[in-house]
């Protein structure tokens, strides 16, 4: 056990985040996202929410203060309604990164790009559209 780690994160996720380098992106997937078809490498968290996943990983790695975008959601598709989840996860991030700059892709393009991620946290959310790509920034 570690001081000042959230305990959500396993050892396995913290290893992924040691690993990642600036600029490199992770997804922090939902319970629907088909996680082993897209990732390269899967971190399993089912019984966790996207929120606390995302508190815990935000506390760990800054966003990339350089990127456009840094925070990245699947755009709902044919007329479904704006997910409520979208402001629980703008509120987290802006408590702990004052350097959010959130962008959405269309879904088969945010499928394209997690393919490209460094890792996808495959997550219980049971929320629909719950899926985040966050590129990690420098630490200083």
């Not at 001081?3 to 690993?19: D, F, M, R």
Request: hydrophobic share 45%; charged share 25%.
């Amino acid at each position: 056990m570690l001081k000042g780690i959230s305990k959500i994160v396993s050892p396995e996720l913290l290893k992924i985040l040691c690993e990642m380098g600036h600029g490199d992106e992770i997804v922090i997937a939902d319970g629907n996202f088909p996680s082993e078809n897209y990732g390269k490498r899967v971190i399993r968290a089912d019984g966790l929410g996207g929120v606390e996943m995302l508190e815990a990983v935000l506390s760990l790695i800054p966003l990339d203060a350089y990127a456009n975008e840094n925070f990245l959601l699947m755009q709902t598709t044919k007329g479904d309604p704006r997910p409520t989840i979208w402001d629980e996860y703008f509120d987290e991030a802006k408590a702990v990164d004052d350097n959010l700059r959130a962008g959405f892709l269309e879904r088969f393009a945010f499928y394209e790009r997690a393919k490209q991620a460094y890792a996808v946290i495959a997550t219980g959310e049971g929320a629909v559209y719950a899926n985040i790509i966050i590129k990690k920034g420098v630490i200083q």
